[in-house]
């Protein structure tokens, strides 16, 4: 469907080094410009982040170092963008979240004030989650072919317990690999499969305070099991030794696991932390 434009649109996408709004920045960034006569103009450019792209960025983006080597910084190309979205409307998928604060950072510190409170700001996921509804009753009509008012009581927790168990059901049969083609969109009927298949993160312990990484050698090379699974360890993320194994911090700073024992930590990851202390203490 055309867009019904008064005034230009910038589709746009954004990739960096990360996602920190302070200390990340650009690495590529590309926009299809849309007119109100319906005229396109597209752009992709690589740019220097000016530091060095993460070895987990690299592997998301196939962006490498090298790429951005001879490519202008964001400085050297922010008058230039900052013309020519002058006057427009912005869209993207995660954007108001992300790419447009990203986006208005970097313009700040090449001394550009570019003003988004100006513009329209479309996220195109904001529109997908709020249009397709993501709870249980959506779930139910989607898998089920019902109205879950028509068979349940809502907010009773029997009711939606009966329910989750029908939709359960439901995704098996419907993501069954006889029913999809598609690999991606195949689901067997095993627990330890579907298990998998529901983790949102990596976390070690439910607050997200210590996630799973992978071990990787002094050249930066990711160790594997005798199964050729990457071998995997916890470590902080958050804090003075954000990055660093779990079991190192024990061993080299013991105070610091009495620190978080007498912080306001929930006791999930108190819990956690005193299991990895007591695995550590008896490898010794």
Not at 8 to 21: A, K, R
Not at 77 to 98: E, P
Not at 189 to 206: P, Y
Request: aromatic share 12%; charged share 30%.
């Amino acid at each position: 469907m055309k867009l019904n434009l008064t005034k230009p649109l910038i589709v746009f996408d954004l990739e960096t080094t990360g996602l920190d709004l302070v200390k990340d920045r650009i690495i590529q960034i590309s926009y299809i410009k849309v007119y109100p006569d319906g005229k396109e103009e597209r752009s992709n450019q690589f740019v220097n982040p000016e530091r060095s792209i993460p070895q987990e960025v690299v592997d998301i983006t196939g962006i490498t170092d090298a790429d951005v080597a001879n490519a202008p910084t964001f400085k050297m190309l922010a008058t230039d963008l900052a013309n020519k979205f002058q006057g427009c409307d912005f869209a993207g998928f995660n954007s108001n979240h992300f790419d447009v604060p990203m986006l208005a950072e970097e313009f700040l510190r090449a001394g550009i004030d570019f003003d988004f409170s100006k513009c329209n700001l479309i996220d195109v996921q904001t529109i997908f989650h709020k249009m397709e509804r993501r709870n249980l009753a959506a779930a139910y009509k989607f898998y089920c072919g019902r109205k879950m008012e028509d068979d349940f009581v809502a907010h009773k927790a029997d009711q939606d317990t009966e329910a989750t168990y029908r939709v359960l059901q439901g995704e098996l049969d419907m993501y069954a690999p006889g029913k999809q083609e598609e690999p991606e969109r195949q689901l067997n009927n095993d627990m330890n499969e579907l298990a998998e298949f529901s983790k949102l993160n990596n976390n070690v312990d439910f607050a997200g305070r210590i996630i799973w990484k992978e071990m990787k050698d002094a050249n930066g090379n990711v160790l594997t099991d005798s199964d050729g699974n990457p071998r995997m360890q916890e470590v902080f993320n958050f804090g003075k030794y954000k990055g660093w194994s779990v079991a190192e911090v024990l061993n080299r700073d013991p105070g610091y696991f009495s620190w978080m024992l007498s912080s306001d930590f929930t006791y999930n990851t108190k819990q956690v932390l005193t299991r990895i202390r007591l695995r550590e203490f008896n490898k010794r």
